[in-house]
């Protein structure tokens, strides 16, 4: 048997299962370093110099019965676990908020001010001063608070709940809408609503892009015909993109692979060409920037 060195390869391109293994793409730079994919790729990290390097270990820090649902911005982190909703801070102290939720229900939130609202289809309210509060009632003719919904989102003063078809938009610099005309109605059910500093992506069954600064503005332009897995989207600063994006822009994961949405409208699926999606209902993401390295990191059910 010859046991001789075939190749040696200096630099690996990522994970691919679109390709069969004996076709995966093997390429040379001008300095000779050979390129190419991985049919298996499993606790290892790959930096922007194409160096594989094993993933760091993990250690636990809280535990709990049914977390989900969690989410932060600096040192605030919420999460829910069972019927509870949770503050965590830095030190992974937990701290209960919000007992008595509906269970098995994911929570969606968006910041605005000096409140994070929140919402998970059976509730609604907001966090401020290291208390939830539930919409208080205007007590206007044609006004009543938005109600619980599955995905909120801030955009131009205005909060967007979705619940169903239903995109409810409230009145501007406030949490109530107006019951004439405070809402658009899709065709199928939204399962993805997020802003980014020109408009809104929504998806339900298709992707559309929102862009305008006030709802009469509104256009609606489908940029996708696939889906968003649900809580799969996460903002993130188009600086740490690269490739010379302006302003914050949005990832998701769709049912065909990864997705960027800038703010001109424009989508690009990340990784069709070299990962094939499996079905998946809901999941859950996160944005981190680890030794220069930025990662988008989900997790499908």
Same mark, same amino acid.
């Given at each position: 048997?010859?046991?001789?060195?075939?190749?040696?390869?200096?630099?690996?391109?990522?994970?691919?299962?679109?390709?069969?293994?004996?076709?995966?793409?093997?390429?040379?730079?001008?300095?000779?370093?050979?390129?190419?994919?991985?049919?298996?790729?499993?606790?290892?990290?790959?930096?922007?110099?194409?160096?594989?390097?094993?993933?760091?270990?993990?250690?636990?820090?809280?535990?709990?019965?049914?977390?989900?649902?969690?989410?932060?911005?600096?040192?605030?982190?919420?999460?829910?676990?069972?019927?509870?909703?949770?503050?965590?801070?830095?030190? /992974?102290? @937990?701290?209960?908020?919000? $007992?008595? &939720?509906?269970?098995?229900?994911?929570?969606?939130? !968006? %910041?605005?001010?000096?409140?994070?609202?929140?919402?998970?289809?059976?509730?609604?309210? /907001?966090? @401020?001063?290291?208390?939830? $509060?539930? &919409?208080?009632?205007?007590?206007?003719?044609?006004? !009543? %608070?938005?109600?619980?919904?599955?995905?909120?989102?801030?955009?131009?003063?205005?909060? /967007?709940?979705?619940?169903?078809?239903?995109?409810?938009?409230?009145?501007?610099?406030?949490?109530?809408?107006?019951?004439?005309?405070?809402?658009?109605?899709?065709?199928?059910?939204?399962?993805?609503?997020?802003?980014?500093?020109?408009?809104?992506?929504?998806?339900?069954?298709?992707?559309?892009?929102?862009?305008?600064?006030?709802?009469?503005?509104?256009?609606?332009?489908?940029?996708?015909?696939?889906?968003?897995?649900?809580?799969?989207?996460?903002?993130?600063?188009?600086?740490?993109?690269?490739?010379?994006?302006?302003?914050?822009?949005?990832?998701?994961?769709?049912?065909?692979?990864?997705?960027?949405?800038?703010?001109?409208?424009?989508?690009?699926?990340?990784?069709?060409?070299?990962?094939?999606?499996?079905?998946?209902?809901?999941?859950?993401?996160?944005?981190?920037?680890?030794?220069?390295?930025?990662?988008?990191?989900?997790?499908?059910?």
């Amino acid at each position: 048997m010859d046991n001789s060195l075939l190749t040696t390869f200096g630099h690996f391109t990522g994970f691919n299962n679109v390709d069969k293994s004996f076709r995966l793409p093997v390429v040379a730079d001008r300095s000779g370093k050979i390129f190419s994919d991985m049919d298996t790729l499993e606790n290892l990290d790959i930096d922007n110099q194409f160096v594989l390097s094993t993933r760091p270990g993990s250690g636990l820090k809280l535990s709990g019965t049914d977390i989900h649902s969690i989410w932060a911005s600096g040192d605030v982190c919420f999460y829910v676990d069972g019927d509870t909703l949770y503050q965590m801070n830095l030190s /992974y102290v @937990k701290t209960s908020l919000l $007992s008595g &939720l509906t269970a098995g229900h994911f929570m969606s939130y !968006t %910041p605005w001010n000096d409140k994070v609202y929140l919402t998970n289809d059976h509730y609604i309210g /907001y966090h @401020k001063n290291n208390s939830v $509060s539930a &919409l208080a009632d205007p007590g206007l003719t044609f006004k !009543t %608070p938005l109600p619980p919904g599955r995905h909120i989102a801030y955009y131009r003063g205005r909060l /967007y709940l979705a619940k169903g078809k239903v995109l409810y938009i409230s009145d501007a610099l406030c949490d109530h809408y107006d019951v004439r005309t405070g809402f658009r109605v899709f065709e199928n059910d939204i399962t993805m609503l997020i802003a980014v500093d020109k408009g809104l992506y929504i998806s339900d069954g298709k992707t559309w892009w929102i862009p305008g600064a006030e709802p009469e503005e509104f256009q609606k332009i489908k940029v996708s015909d696939t889906d968003a897995i649900p809580y799969t989207d996460r903002l993130v600063s188009g600086i740490l993109v690269g490739d010379g994006i302006d302003g914050n822009v949005a990832l998701w994961t769709s049912t065909e692979g990864v997705c960027l949405g800038d703010n001109s409208g424009t989508v690009k699926n990340l990784t069709r060409a070299r990962y094939a999606m499996s079905s998946h209902g809901a999941g859950g993401a996160a944005v981190r920037e680890d030794n220069g390295q930025v990662h988008y990191i989900t997790t499908l059910q």
